[in-house]
């Protein structure tokens, strides 16, 4: 005895998502089909629109519904800073703390040679034609703090380096509020090498 | 700065899943575009098929693409025994266990007051039908042993009494593998007060 074969296919279906198993692939179908047919009808059609609409920007290389996106082609950018990062929601984070008034490279990835991740699949090739525009100026390094960030960022800065464009990471140190009690060694032995001059 | 339009509502339409919030709506939707557009394309096919295609079982309630379901419509099971579940999910667990080869009710939901559940939407009128079709012969309670799955056993167990039908509940006790020492109290009061002879 099991689910009617569309149950089924929508329950293999929903394994796609990130972090999702049998039993919530089951869970999630159930509950669409018994509380909220709208809702699974809408998701639909949502993803059916998505996949019409949405590709990359030729410039930044974040999900756009037009050949170039909003932010790069909007004139109130300083188009001498461009801010690299490593997905979509970094960027989203960087626009919400409006502490940046430049453009933005987005790797849609970052190295991992574990994975089998190289240059080339988080398209640096075209990082480096974006910062040798002429305009650009300075290049800001906003990828991860792990391991792999970390890693993708000094190969970047190593790239450019050779080209003469003034390279820059953001800041570690202790977040806002952070209390030297309770912030994690790594963290406080990286604010005091890193510490600069008031 | 935001996501396309499209995007941000595929993001929306993905918090109707149960326990998917802001973040993780946001996850998925990144995921699919950037990693599984075919999983995208074939959970919306997955979603769109099952809308058409189920509905509930006449007989059992439970999701069919037939007016009556497989297990319904099987002549091996014992039409003298009807089984009452909370879910689709519970019945595939049942039947799993293979311990059970009679026919079954499913509530899709259980008596919660406090939620505005009542009798009519677990569907007791069509389950009380179906219990006095003349060959059932008793009724297996199979709701969980929560609160609202007892309230939910006892008033359908009040609502057979008066019609003359052999009620049983599903046991309870000490799991399979179970050791006194690690078991809840709750559970080791209740296979005391409702231990049998051997």
Known sequence: MKNPPSLEELIAAFRCLPGVGAKSAQRMAFHLLQRDRAGAARLGAALGRVLDAVRHCERCNSFSETDVCGLCSSSQRDASLLCVVETPADLLMLEQAQCYGGLYFVLMGRLSPL?????????????????????????????????????????ISEMLASRGIKVTRIARGLPVGGEIEHVDSGTLARAVIERRSV
Chains 1, 2 share one sequence.
């Open 115 to 155: 994975d089998g991740i190289g240059p080339k699949d988080i398209h640096l090739d075209r990082m480096l034609q974006r910062a040798a525009d002429g305009l650009v100026k300075e290049v800001v390094l906003a990828t991860n703090f792990t391991n792999e960030g970390e890693a993708t960022a000094h190969f």
